[in-house]
C-alpha cells in the first residue's frame, strides 16, 4: 500500500519560510510524478507544483513561481516544497501526489493527509 506523509507546515508570519516534506512508504518514487496542491477554507484545490522524479524536470503555479521551489531526494523517497516570501494568501491544507503511473502526473491517484501552512500579516 502506497502512504504519502506530509509534514513541516506551521504558522510563520508573512516573509516568513517552511519547508514541506513528502516521505513515500510502500513504493519507490524514482521513476514517477509527484507534486503539491493546496487547498484554503472555501476555495477550490489548487495545483502548486509537481516534478518528475527520474529527471528532476519540475514545474510551479504561477501565483508561487520564484518563490516556491520543489525538489526530490530519491535516496530518500522524499519530495519536498521549499516555500520562501510566504504571503497570507498561501495560507491553507498543503497535499502530496503521486501521480498513477511512471511519469505519468495525472490524474492523480495518491494523496497524503496533508499538512497545514497559516502566514499571518
Known amino acids: 500500500e502506497v502512504q504519502l506523509v506530509e509534514s513541516g507546515g506551521g504558522s510563520v508570519q508573512a516573509g516568513g519560510s517552511l519547508r514541506l516534506s513528502c516521505v513515500v512508504s510502500g513504493y519507490t518514487i524514482s521513476s514517477e510524478c509527484m507534486g503539491w496542491f493546496r487547498q484554503a477554507p472555501g476555495k477550490e484545490r489548487e495545483w502548486v507544483a509537481h516534478i518528475y522524479v527520474g529527471r528532476g524536470s519540475a514545474y510551479t503555479a504561477d501565483s508561487v513561481k520564484g518563490r516556491f521551489t520543489i525538489s526530490r531526494d530519491s535516496a530518500k523517497n522524499t519530495v519536498y516544497l521549499q516555500m520562501n516570501s510566504l504571503k497570507p494568501e498561501d495560507t491553507g491544507m498543503y497535499y502530496c501526489?503521486?501521480?498513477?503511473?511512471?511519469?505519468?502526473?495525472?490524474?492523480?491517484?495518491?494523496w497524503g493527509q496533508g499538512t497545514q501552512v497559516t502566514v499571518s500579516s
Open positions: 501526489v503521486k501521480g498513477p503511473s511512471p511519469w505519468v502526473c495525472d490524474p492523480w491517484s495518491d
